[in-house]
């Protein structure tokens, strides 16, 4: 009798979507907002023939899953859709995965109940949801997640082939703990950079992006550096003198960050325009909201008892 092994997610990239990040269910959500669980139902199991058009998040997946059939990265990243749809108005989603010839066969369908223990039992790097309660909840649990901006669903240049993957992450609050960005909130730029000069050589405690870095940066390390299939990006208000300890944090943690931006509080929109992401996560929708307009972005929330009034990044 031939055996069977199981499948281990171990040393994988294993991302978590929803469908609503992935697909175009903007009539869907307004149908289940206004008239709830039962009319959305009805809508999707009428409509299941129907193609749903790529949501914000589709071309980085899609990007992300074209990493496999990269010679030696078989089955490198594991994409897994994470639904709060019954098994029986999810075929509609899964005609649209089979059409798009997108290599996700794993789902987690909850009929509504809580995903965060699936997250969490499926070893999840990377949560991208449209659901703010769902990644609040992830966050919570210490699970990489953001809320990925769909109020427009935009192409994002759909025509042009991605031939390496750029994501994009803010500093403080993301990457790194927010720590430092709470000294700015209660005292000021000044005492925040003092701090960061007088602290210049202390590594800053890992936020909740930091694991996810790690991951990218070993697979970055399989590849020669101008062959690489991600490139990533460090783009944050921070300005000298608090340059220093971010760099040295990230010489500590011993992960490749391929370029860096101290924008000093200059806007972050035009940089990531020119940069290309096709990810970019921040903690602040003042961010989040004009570079969604040209680049998919999604907002990191703030752990549920770090929450405070915020300003914007130091």
């Known amino acids: 009798m031939e055996i069977i092994m199981a499948y281990d997610l171990e040393n994988r990239l294993v991302i978590g979507v929803s469908s609503r990040a992935l697909f175009d269910l903007t009539a869907e959500n307004e149908i289940f907002r206004s008239q709830g669980v039962e009319a959305y139902c009805r809508y ?3 409509h299941e023939k129907e193609l749903l058009s790529p949501g914000n998040g ?9 990493i496999n059939k990269i010679s030696g990265q078989e089955g490198r990243v594991e994409v897994i859709i994470m639904s709060h749809n019954s098994p029986d108005t999810s075929l509609r989603v899964f ?10 066969s794993r789902a987690v369908l909850a009929s509504g109940a809580s995903l965060t223990p699936y997250l969490e039992a499926f070893h999840t790097d990377l949560y991208l949801s449209a659901d703010e309660a769902d990644v609040q ?3 919570d649990c210490g699970i990489a997640a953001g809320i990925i901006c769909c109020d427009e669903i935009k192409t994002y240049d759909s025509q042009k082939k991605i031939s390496q993957i750029k994501i994009a992450f803010d500093g403080d609050a993301v990457l790194f703990s927010d720590e430092s960005e709470q000294i700015y909130r209660e005292k000021g730029l000044e005492a925040f950079e003092e701090n960061e000069r007088l602290k210049a050589e202390h590594p800053l405690n890992q936020g909740p992006f930091a694991k996810f870095l790690k991951t990218l940066s070993d697979i970055q390390n399989e590849f020669p550096s ?4 991600i490139r990533t990006a460090l783009v944050t208000a921070r300005s000298a003198p608090a340059h220093e300890r971010v760099i040295r944090t990230l010489r500590a943690w011993n992960v490749r960050i ?6 000093g509080g200059i806007t972050k929109r035009d ?5 290309g992401a096709h990810i970019f996560f921040d903690d ?6 004009p570079a969604s307009e040209v680049v998919p972005s999604a907002r990191v929330p703030y752990k549920q008892h770090d929450k405070l009034e915020h300003k914007r990044d130091p």
Request: charged content about 15%.
């Open 58 to 66: 589709f071309r980085l997946i899609e990007a992300l899953l074209n």
């Open 137 to 139: 909840s992830a966050i």
């Open 284 to 289: 602040q929708a003042v961010h989040t909201t």
């Open 95 to 104: 005609n649209a995965i089979a059409h798009y010839g997108l290599d996700i």
């Open 258 to 263: 391929d370029e860096a931006f101290f924008l």
């Open 271 to 275: 940089v990531l325009k020119a940069f």
């Open 44 to 46: 999707q199991v009428d």
């Open 226 to 229: 101008e062959q690489a299939p």
